[in-house]
């Protein structure tokens, strides 16, 4: 398994400020991945957090609201942009198990969450 | 797309009873089947998961079973406690791809 921790916790916001969540890992993973999570409902992936290239964003998802970055292959962040109450969520990071070089083991953990809340 | 339909959204049981959830998947090449667990103010933890070339899987008090003819999978959980009251998530996911499909939930309370 992967030990992951997210910073912040929690969040409430004004809208129309950005916010950028930050996600550690305890070891180099080859895969790295964004998650909301809206009150009382599924996951649903933003993007994945390619290490040194742009993130691979899902449909519905853009560059300018959830910009994204991977400096290395232990450490994401996730901004969101022009924040209004509809971004009100859970924001998880995940990570495949795959430790460099392996890419894929097929499972993904989580981390604990960042629920923000935009007023 | 991978469609993957999860029953029920609610479950209500007492402790000492069993409990059974289950998902259908669309997609017949997903061979990877996991289930997690979310409990309240924290992220989802994997708590089992199933491969397709194996038809049942134990660990302790929970189990997961998989009919790859009917497309469908379940979760067992025998003996539940109250500790085990959470939303279980169960996923299903193809080979070569590296996204998981989700299930919507079901909200499992064990009552004292």
């Known amino acids: 398994s992967a030990v992951i921790s997210q910073k912040p916790s929690r969040d409430i916001c004004q809208r129309g400020t950005s916010l950028t969540i930050q996600c550690q890992v305890d070891?180099?993973?080859?895969?790295m991945f964004w998650y909301r999570q809206q009150p009382g409902q599924s996951l649903t992936l933003i993007a994945t957090a390619n290490q040194g290239s742009e993130a691979t964003y899902e449909s519905g998802f853009v560059i300018d609201k959830f910009p994204i970055s991977r400096p290395n292959l232990t450490f994401s962040t996730l901004t969101v942009s022009n924040m209004s109450p509809e971004d009100s969520s859970i924001y998880l990071c995940?990570?495949?198990?795959?430790?460099?070089?392996?890419?894929?083991?097929?499972?993904?953990?989580f981390g604990p969450g960042t629920r923000l809340t935009v007023l | 797309g991978e469609n993957v339909e999860q029953h029920p959204s609610t479950l209500s049981v007492q402790e000492g009873d069993s409990a059974v959830i289950k998902c259908t998947y669309s997609?017949?090449?997903?061979?990877?089947f996991p289930w997690y667990k979310q409990e309240l103010g924290k992220g989802p933890q994997l708590i089992i998961d199933i491969r397709s070339n194996v038809g049942e899987k134990k660990d302790q008090r929970i189990a997961v079973t998989l009919n790859k003819t009917a497309k469908h999978f379940s979760l067992h959980i025998t003996e539940t406690q109250p500790e085990d009251s959470a939303v279980y998530f169960c996923a299903s996911k193809r080979g070569g791809s590296y996204i998981p499909t989700f299930g919507r939930g079901t909200s499992l309370i064990v009552h004292p």
């Open positions: 997609d017949s090449a997903s061979n990877y």
């Open positions: 070891s180099q993973v080859t895969m």
């Open positions: 995940s990570v495949d198990g795959g430790r460099v070089p392996v890419k894929s083991t097929d499972t993904q953990y």
